[in-house]
């Protein structure tokens, strides 16, 4: 089945999300769309799964034109889409998940779930996509779950498949799996959209490579000859530099000193157990490690959000172990928070009003309990501008804000005050390489101003791009230090997965 | 132009507000408007129904018209139901910014109204505008500290506001009922529960009996103003606003800004209260003179289709508790001039709020009075 999309355009009251768009998808082929947050990819490929309407232009299915009056017209006609954020139920088993809506039915409309599961298994063996059938989704981890919502699509019989960012909420080895997944599917004659705004993964994937830029298609490329920097310049729109330039640090007076610290999880499991470092001004010190080696508890730890159990924190020389979040901000400490979505902004307030979330009661924003708006809306406009936060208004709403601005938001007010020490966890997690290099300038460049930086970070590019001096943390302990820019990818992942930990 | 003057314009550019959109016009207003009249509309079918007849079911909604805004008399009863409802109103509408779901101002208004009583009765030979305060003030502070109860309960134990203050509305009933029965504050020689009159210095004035003894409008009409102004302000121009709404909209975010979460709770549970007792000094003060068992009359339970239908703001609650304060003063003279029973004035307030709360259902069933637009939200 050739599905084509042509001259779409759609609009959003006074903004075009989509502009003359052209693309063809086809059998037996994977089509890689790229383009940064925000560029209009996701809106794209809800036209064409029927979840809107194109303001202008046609989607024509194998040669005839076809009009979508909903998702039902689109999945009839063979288009399943697989969300960035699942649909499942996570009570239900794999195969009621997968049959949901439309559920093989015995006499007097009884459901026969065995013939559910025999639906799923086969599907499941057909294109090896391995999963028990009688599993609980919320039991199962979050690349099966993936593999169900794909069940899914397939068991609807959809001939062109779409992957709004599939490899988001995967590990790096649920990713190999699931690009063996996408080309078995492939080489069953599926045509599909693999939608992202990660160059190599499309690189690695893609047969064919669009790119959508602000609306529209700015380029089309191909794989084999491609390079990242020719693609990141399309999807961006000027030249990206991957690698961040620094000059050798000049480390001065220890600027956060951390002491044999335990600090205890939400089930009262240790998952900071005896970890003792130091953070001097002007360095960057970089923690490594895979998710949940305590890295979250440690960072919790340090900027007052948890208490510790044991051991001592020091900042500039002052014990803080149980001061105040609030007492830490104004002693000069910045946090970029892991989840900027969870904790980082709040989505229904402007941009003005998360810009002073944590600094509303200083005095160049209030006197006594009146807040003074015009001086925070003024200050705002200064720093989104100083700051390349993409938007037309402080009065916009954070949440209209894409992933990229919204992390721009938050580094701009963490880095507009006046620090000693920042402590950045996942400074860059989903967020467009245009913004990842920003952000990543603004750090070093924080760092050249005498300001002490831990960052951590589950990307090991990111830690050994930045960082002067490397920490691996593994299931709640430091087991290994490098020095940045001497160390080999192989040592430090080798410490993240716990070689060498065992003594 | 030189790079300073292009970041000045840059930085101008993004301090434009936006126009109000067509789209919030409309829900603001006309999603309103339409709402009343369709539940005014299902109400009649329902009075057709129960077999009342077309000419009394025109006469009733002429009475209902009538009894709200038909008469200096009907206007001033209007504004005397409204003023307790939007009090009350404005504490939960407070309590909803902040996260919290607080269904106890009925037992607030309660404790507020008998504090205020006790202080109405007991002070002999001060002046009103010593009085009067210290009366509005001893019904605040009574409602706050009977909601720091839940707050503090919350914030330290993680009991959920909605059980505990369900829980001390059946307290303060019995617990008003018990006051009521005994010295000092039963009204001697009786022996039914009632307090004893409060005293004229403490009365909130009349406003208007120099032109008809009947109006019954008091200055808590002016009070009821001054405090939906202080509510903004307190919520959209203070610190202690922008924590309260922070806690609500995201408490993770509010918590890393460096608030603290169980102060804000106590706080929030503590301000509501205060409001919703101030309903109850209000109803003491300015239209009872005195406290009997269940003077609070279900306004704190109405107040919450009050500060629902009023979106949380202020301003929306100040309309939509004069749009219930219409109701009932309508419905009442709709019970006289028609012979309907009140009760259909139930149905139809709630029928109002059901409509409010599906916009998209008011909408689907008048596409006439609405702009087109394109299907669903901005998207990425």
Redesign the interface.
């Known amino acids: 089945m050739e599905v084509e999309l042509r001259g779409i355009t ?4 006074p ?1 075009v ?1 989509n502009s003359d768009v052209n693309l063809t998808i086809r059998p037996g082929e994977i089509l890689g769309l790229l383009g940064e ?2 560029a ?4 794209l490929m ?1 036209i064409l799964s029927g ?3 194109a ?1 202008e232009g046609e989607i024509i299915i194998d040669g005839k034109t076809v009009d979508f009056d909903g998702p039902g017209d689109a999945i009839a006609a063979g288009i399943g889409m697989v969300h960035q954020h699942f649909m499942l139920v996570p009570v239900f088993t794999v195969a009621e998940n997968v049959v949901l809506g439309v559920e093989p039915v015995g006499a007097l409309d009884r459901l026969d779930i065995e013939a559910a599961r025999r639906q799923v298994t086969d599907i499941s063996t057909q294109y090896g996509l391995e999963v028990d059938p009688n599993a609980i989704i919320e039991e199962i981890p979050v690349g099966l779950q993936q593999r169900v919502e794909i069940i899914k699509v397939l068991f609807r019989s959809a001939d062109v498949i779409v992957f709004d960012e599939p490899t988001a909420v995967l590990t790096p080895q649920e990713v190999t799996e699931f690009f063996g997944i996408i080309r078995s599917l492939r080489d069953a004659g599926k045509a599909l959209v693999f939608i992202t705004h990660k160059l190599h993964e499309v690189l690695e994937v893609a047969d064919r490579i669009s790119v959508l830029r602000a609306g529209q298609i700015v380029g089309e490329g191909d794989p084999k000859t491609s390079t990242d920097a020719e693609l990141a310049e399309l999807m961006v729109g000027r030249p990206v530099r991957f690698t961040v330039e620094k000059s050798p640090r000049k480390p001065g007076e220890t600027v956060l000193d951390v002491k044999d610290l335990h600090v205890l999880n939400e089930r009262d499991e240790v998952a900071v157990d005896g970890v003792s470092f130091e953070v001097r001004s002007g360095e960057v010190v970089g923690i490594a490690g895979v998710q949940g080696n305590g890295q979250t508890e440690l960072v919790e730890a340090i900027t ?2 948890r208490m510790p159990i044991e051991g001592t924190i020091a900042f500039e020389g002052h014990d803080i172990t149980r001061a ?3 007492e830490r ?1 104004r002693s000069g400490m910045a ?1 970029i ?1 892991e989840d900027r979505q ?8 402007n941009i003005a ?1 998360n810009m002073v ?2 600094t ?2 200083d005095d160049r924003y ?1 006197s006594g ?3 003074r ?1 015009p001086d925070i ?2 200050s ?3 720093i ?2 100083d700051f390349d936060v993409r ?6 709403l954070a949440n ?1 804000l ?1 992933g990229g601005n919204q992390q721009k938001l938050v580094v701009a007010r963490e880095l507009s005050r006046d620090i000693k020490m920042m402590v950045a966890s996942q400074p860059t997690r989903g967020v467009d390489v245009g913004s990842i290099e920003y952000i990543h300038k603004r750090i070093i460049e924080s760092r050249d101003e005498g300001d002490g930086v831990l960052i951590v970070s589950t990307e090991l590019d990111e830690i050994m791009g930045l960082s002067d001096r490397i920490l691996v943390m593994f299931r709640g302990r430091i087991v290994a230090e490098f020095e940045g820019g001497k160390a080999g990818i192989q040592e430090i992942g080798l410490a993240m997965a716990g070689a060498g930990a065992a003594a | 132009m030189t790079v300073n003057d292009r970041i000045d314009k840059a930085t101008g550019d993004l301090l434009k507000r936006a126009v109000v959109t067509r789209f919030e016009i409309e829900e603001l207003v006309v999603v309103p408007i339409f709402a009343v009249l369709i539940a005014l509309l299902l109400g009649g079918l329902t009075m057709v129904a129960t077999g009342v007849d077309l000419p009394t079911i025109g006469l009733s909604y002429a009475s209902l018209l009538q009894g709200s805004v038909g008469s200096l008399n009907a206007i001033s009863e209007t504004l005397t139901s409204a003023a307790p409802l939007t009090l009350a109103g404005l504490g939960i509408a407070l309590g909803f910014r902040a996260g919290l779901f607080n269904i106890g101002a009925e037992g607030q208004l309660l404790i507020g109204g008998m504090a205020a009583a006790v202080v109405g009765f007991s002070l002999q030979g001060v002046p009103l505008v010593i009085h009067l305060p210290l009366a509005l003030v001893a019904g605040m502070a009574a409602g706050a500290l009977w909601a720091s109860i839940a707050g503090w309960l919350r914030a330290a134990t993680g009991a959920h506001e909605v059980i505990s203050t369900i829980m001390l509305n059946l307290i303060s009933f019995r617990l008003v009922d018990y006051l009521l029965r005994n010295p000092p504050i039963q009204r001697p020689g009786r022996s039914d529960p009632i307090s004893k009159s409060i005293l004229e210095s403490s009365e909130l004035p009349a406003l208007l009996q120099w032109l008809d003894p009947n109006l019954r409008i008091h200055a808590g009409i002016i009070l009821t103003l001054i405090v939906v102004f202080v509510v903004y302000w307190l919520l959209f121009r203070t610190t202690i606003g922008f924590e309260f709404r922070s806690a609500g909209a995201n408490p993770d975010a509010a918590r890393y800004g460096g608030m603290r979460s169980g102060l804000i709770i106590v706080s929030v549970m503590a301000v509501a209260g205060a409001l919703a007792g101030l309903a109850g000094a209000n109803q003491v003060l300015g239209v009872l003179g005195r406290a009997s068992p269940g003077f609070s009359a279900g306004i704190g339970f109405d107040a919450i289709a009050v500060a629902l239908l009023g979106r949380g703001h202020p301003v929306g609650v100040l309309f939509a508790g004069l749009l219930f304060g219409a109701l009932e003063a309508g419905g009442r003279n709709m019970q006289v001039g028609a012979g309907v029973s009140i009760d259909l004035i139930t149905i139809i307030q709630a029928l109002i709020v059901v409509f409010i709360a599906a916009p998209m259902l008011v909408r689907t069933l008048f596409p006439f009075a609405f702009a087109k637009r394109g299907n669903q939200r901005e998207g990425s």
Do not use: M, Q
């Open positions: 759609k609009r959003f009251g903004v999300a947050n925000g209009g990819k996701t809106t809800n979840l809107y309407r303001d007052g959000l105040s979040a609030r901000h946090h928070p969870r904790s980082g902004i709040i989505g229904t307030f009003e979330l944590d509303y009661y209030s309990i009146n807040l708006w809306y003024r705002t406009a200064e989104v501008t938007t037309n208004s402080v009065f916009s209209h894409s």
